[in-house]
T-cell receptor, first 113, second 110 residues
Framework: DVKVTQSSRYLVKRTGEKVFLECVQD?????MFWYRQDPGLGLRLIYF???????EKGDIPEGYSVSREKKERFSLILESASTNQTSMYLC????????????FGPGTRLTVL | DAKTTQPPSMDCAEGRAANLPCNHS???????VYWYRQIHSQGPQYIIH???NNETNEMASLIITEDRKSSTLILPHATLRDTAVYYC???????????FGAGTRLTVKP
């Protein structure tokens, strides 16, 4: 069974803290993605990666960075968390060839106080 | 720019077929139609996708009109567990993000 796992389901942090969200996939997928989901705004792409050490900005990269040192792991970093980064964060992965579907993790609900 | 248009909500009786429409009148020739669903507090789940031909899998059927400007997702025998938000997405290739719109909130009622 294919699997995308995220390090935490719920996380509470304080303004200014550095936050790490981890995502691991066991499907040997080349592509990995980070989205955030907010009510009324749908899913918005933050960053994606199509290979180890490669990264591309999505629609809303400001305030975030990413790291992909290994194929199976894609980390989202909030350098200095702010209250407007309170959101549901979703990680996804996919193969790079063909019109293949993205597989999503369960999400991390982050609250920044 | 919204590439797809879906009704905001629909109801369906348990055991009946749920037919969820999607308009994608500006779809390009090399764009696929994807359907995902999201059950409350979970990540989106892939259902089905297609290019031109109708597709069927164990979860659903996808009917794409001949001009490809609209499609319908069919859940043949809806259950209470099919209550979710259903998203219709068009996209070209696998390196790009999935542009989720607001979707259709399907409520299956006993």
């Amino acid at each position: 069974d294919v699997k995308v796992t995220q390090s935490s389901r719920y996380l509470v942090k304080r303004t200014g803290e550095k936050v790490f969200l981890e995502c691991v996939q066991d499907m040997d997928h080349e592509n990995m993605f980070w989205y955030r989901q907010d009510p009324g705004l749908g899913l918005r792409l933050i960053y994606f990666s199509y290979d180890v050490k490669m990264k591309e900005k999505g629609d809303i990269p400001e305030g975030y960075s990413v790291s992909r040192e290994k194929k199976e792991r894609f980390s989202l970093i909030l350098e200095s968390a702010s209250t407007n980064q309170t959101s549901m964060y979703l990680c996804a992965s996919s193969f790079s060839n063909g019109a293949n579907e993205q597989f999503f993790g369960p999400g991390t609900r982050l609250t920044v106080l | 720019d919204a590439k797809t248009t879906q009704p905001p909500s629909m109801d369906c009786a348990e055991g009946r077929a749920a037919n969820l429409p999607c308009n994608h009148s500006t779809i390009s020739g090399n764009e696929y139609v994807y359907w995902y669903r999201q059950i409350h507090s979970q990540g989106p789940q892939y259902i089905i996708h297609g290019l031109k031909n109708n597709e069927t899998n164990e979860m659903a059927s996808l009917i794409i009109t001949e001009d490809r400007k609209s499609s319908t997702l069919i859940l043949p025998h809806a259950t209470l567990r099919d209550t979710a938000v259903y998203y219709c997405i068009v996209r070209v290739d696998n390196n790009n993000d999935m542009r989720f719109g607001a979707g259709t909130r399907l409520t299956v009622k006993p």
